[in-house]
């Protein structure tokens, strides 16, 4: 994973959750969705954009960042979550799971957690950049070690 995150990727700013200030142990999620083709990464990240709108009202949500690499077809979310709890409910409610049905079939997406000791957003993107600049499989979720992956 010593590969530097490709200068093509935008991200967006942090935008904080309402357990912003939660202390202690917190769960981080990388995701990265690949599209088959060009003209559907931009349809994809927008409507990860969508979603984000609502992140200030999602419950167990510390904060996030979308990203996009439009060059290489990629775009994903790097999020921080009170606990995995949290993370599956999100997972499972019904705006996402719309979003998901309308593109899965456009794409290739993995994804990796890990949970970590406080919050530290600049330690966590770096983080998680190497992971999304590696083409390398990601390792599994590991929810149960604070250090990372």
Do not use: C, Y
Not at 22 to 45: D, K, M, N, W, Y
Not at 49 to 76: C, E, F, N, Q, Y
């Amino acid at each position: 994973m010593s590969s530097p995150i490709p200068r093509s990727i935008m991200r967006t700013p942090w935008q904080a959750g309402p357990e912003v200030h939660a202390p202690g142990q917190l769960l981080v999620s990388v995701t990265e969705f690949t599209a088959h083709r060009h003209t559907q990464t931009v349809p994809i990240a927008l409507s990860g954009l969508r979603l984000r709108r609502t992140w200030p009202r999602t419950p167990g949500a510390v904060g996030m960042w979308l990203w996009i690499d439009p060059w290489r077809k990629r775009s994903g979310s790097v999020s921080v979550w009170t606990d995995e709890r949290s993370l599956h409910a999100f997972v499972g409610r019904p705006d996402h799971l719309r979003i998901v049905r309308a593109h899965r079939s456009r794409g290739s997406m993995r994804a990796t957690a890990w949970a970590v000791d406080g919050l530290a957003p600049g330690t966590l993107w770096a983080t998680a950049s190497t992971l999304i600049g590696d083409p390398t499989p990601w390792p599994d979720m590991v929810v149960n070690s604070p250090k990372g992956p």
